[in-house]
């Protein structure tokens, strides 16, 4: 299983970026998919996860209304709408496999390398 994060750079803060995750290797339409985030010297937090219908989405409070993830099981990729950034959202974002409605990362199989953002104030 590979999983292939991109999309991240700096932004201002009140930009956008998309994040992508593109998978192979596995069954994609049968997998469901979580972003984490982790900032230098802190533990690895969940932002953002989609259950393998895609019907179920979850996200921490802190992104709420602000980021969207979403996949599209044709292209075996997933992504992280993210809007209206802030200085507190810069990190190495992640994206793996797992149950969607589990936010521990403990419990999440294939990681990808992840991708920086950075947002600017």
């Known amino acids: 299983v590979q999983l292939q994060a991109s999309g991240g750079g700096l932004v201002q803060a009140g930009g956008s970026l998309r994040l992508s995750c593109a998978a192979s290797?596995?069954?994609?339409?049968?997998?469901?998919f979580g972003w984490f985030r982790q900032a230098p010297g802190k533990e690895r937090e969940f932002v953002a996860s989609?259950?393998?219908?895609?019907?179920?989405?979850y996200y921490t409070d802190s992104v709420k209304g602000r980021f969207t993830i979403s996949r599209d099981n044709a292209e075996n990729t997933v992504y992280l709408q993210m809007s209206s950034l802030k200085p507190e959202d810069t990190a190495v974002y992640y994206c793996?496999?797992?149950?969607?409605?589990?936010?521990?990362?403990?419990?999440?199989?294939?990681w990808g390398q992840g991708t920086q953002v950075t947002v600017s104030s």
């Open positions: 793996a496999t797992g149950e969607a409605s589990s936010t521990n990362h403990r419990l999440y199989g294939h």
């Open positions: 290797g596995l069954t994609f339409r049968y997998v469901g």
């Open positions: 989609i259950s393998w219908s895609g019907s179920m989405t």
